[in-house]
């Protein structure tokens, strides 16, 4: 593939945080609306001339793999609602540079596609998962499909090459605490590792209230009530605090945007499904790569594109911060 290691300068921040991530959307539709992501309708979609084609996603992700992006993430959406995406990852996992590909899904579908997944390159799987009771899950999610999202799970346990699952949950203050016992037992019957995400502004609702964060440190202590943790090393841009069981049954992560900000250790950015980087989760500010991609440019000239669009990458979120400023979209449309 010519062309890919042309880039062999560093990308590089304008805070002097080196990109090695992208977390690429393949759609922006979902076949859940969890109430902390969507409203219950409402959303308009994309229109299909507007998607990135699987060809233009493999460009794209081949130019950043060449300025040294190695971990790909596709999401959405519900990244399986896209039709045949095993054909993208196989797309994809070939690239050279792209050393860590992974999914982010719902596992609704996953009974079906675990296996052509793998078989196509897929080598890591995060599933979401907020409750492990029926009536809470449909409460949550507003679709009632717990028993398929394991029976999804069960699948994907199939395949080694898919170890260790991760499992996230976004915690919620006034819901999540009662989940918390299950989720944690979850983590100890089987090879999954459970990671508990705080609640972001980034709703479609806008309903987000400081006070409904229910934080990582809060649900730890929870669990210790009952099984102590012990702290385990992450990577240095991990966005996860791990710990496993002291009695050694498994292993517990805590992603803590918001009471643990990690902006500093940062080093992701996003690209839309409809081809425009993000270079923050709370950018209010996008780079369209999809119009000069469509209107013939070079891989050198989207390699600039993109470098100068990371030259502004933002500091830090400030969702701290007095006068905080949502998103410029919600999470289902950037790819969580
Ligand atoms: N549909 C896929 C899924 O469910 O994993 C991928 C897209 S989803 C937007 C990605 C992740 O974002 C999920 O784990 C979801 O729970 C999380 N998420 C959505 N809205 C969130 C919010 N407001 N705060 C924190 N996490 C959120």
């Given at each position: 593939m010519p062309g890919y290691a042309a880039y062999v300068d560093s990308l590089t921040d304008g805070w002097g945080r080196e990109i090695k991530s992208v977390r690429?959307?393949?759609?922006?539709?979902?076949?859940?609306?969890?109430?902390?992501?969507?409203?219950?309708?409402?959303?308009?979609?994309?229109?299909?001339?507007?998607?990135l084609t699987f060809e233009e996603l493999t460009r794209l992700v081949g130019v950043l793999a060449g300025m040294g992006v190695e971990e790909v993430r596709l999401t959405g959406g519900e990244p399986l609602a896209r039709r045949d995406l095993p054909a993208l990852v196989s797309m994809l996992s070939p690239l050279p540079g792209v050393t860590d590909l992974s999914l982010t899904t719902n596992g609704v579908l996953l009974d079906r596609f675990a296996g052509p997944l793998v078989e196509a390159g897929l080598r890591r799987l995060n599933?979401?998962?907020?409750?492990?009771?029926?009536?809470?899950?449909?409460?949550?999610?507003?679709?009632?499909a717990l028993d398929r999202v394991l029976a999804g799970l069960a699948e994907a346990e199939r395949y080694p090459e898919l170890g260790p699952i991760k499992v996230n949950c976004v915690a919620i203050r006034g819901f999540t605490e009662e989940e918390v016992p299950a989720l944690a037992e979850l983590a100890r019957r089987k090879p999954y590792v459970v990671r508990f995400?705080?609640?972001?502004?980034?709703?479609?609702?806008?309903?987000?209230?400081?006070?409904?964060?229910?934080?990582?440190?809060?649900?730890?202590?929870?669990?210790?009530?009952?099984w102590p943790l012990v702290e385990i090393p992450a990577k240095a841009s991990s966005t996860a605090r791990r710990f496993r069981f002291a009695d050694g049954a498994g292993e517990i992560g805590f992603v803590n945007p918001?009471?643990?900000?990690?902006?500093a250790s940062c080093d992701r950015i996003r690209l839309t499904a409809d081809g425009q980087l993000r270079t923050c989760l709370f950018s209010r500010r996008e780079w369209d790569l999809k119009t000069p991609l469509r209107q013939g440019a070079t891989d050198t000239e989207l390699a600039e594109l993109i470098r100068w669009a990371v030259r502004h990458k933002e500091l830090?979120?400030?969702?701290?911060?007095?006068?905080?400023?949502?998103?410029?979209?919600?999470?289902?449309?950037?790819?969580g």
């Open positions: 690429v959307s393949v759609t922006d539709k979902c076949n859940f609306r969890c109430r902390y992501c969507m409203p219950a309708e409402g959303l308009e979609w994309l229109g299909r001339d507007e998607l599933v979401s998962l907020d409750s492990l009771s029926h009536v809470r899950f449909a409460e949550i999610t507003r679709r009632d995400i705080e609640f972001m502004p980034l709703d479609a609702d806008e309903r987000w209230d400081a006070d409904d964060v229910l934080t990582g440190g809060e649900i730890r202590a929870l669990i210790e009530e009952r918001v009471s643990e900000p990690f902006c830090k979120h400030k969702i701290n911060d007095a006068g905080f400023v949502r998103a410029s979209r919600s999470m289902s449309q950037i790819g």
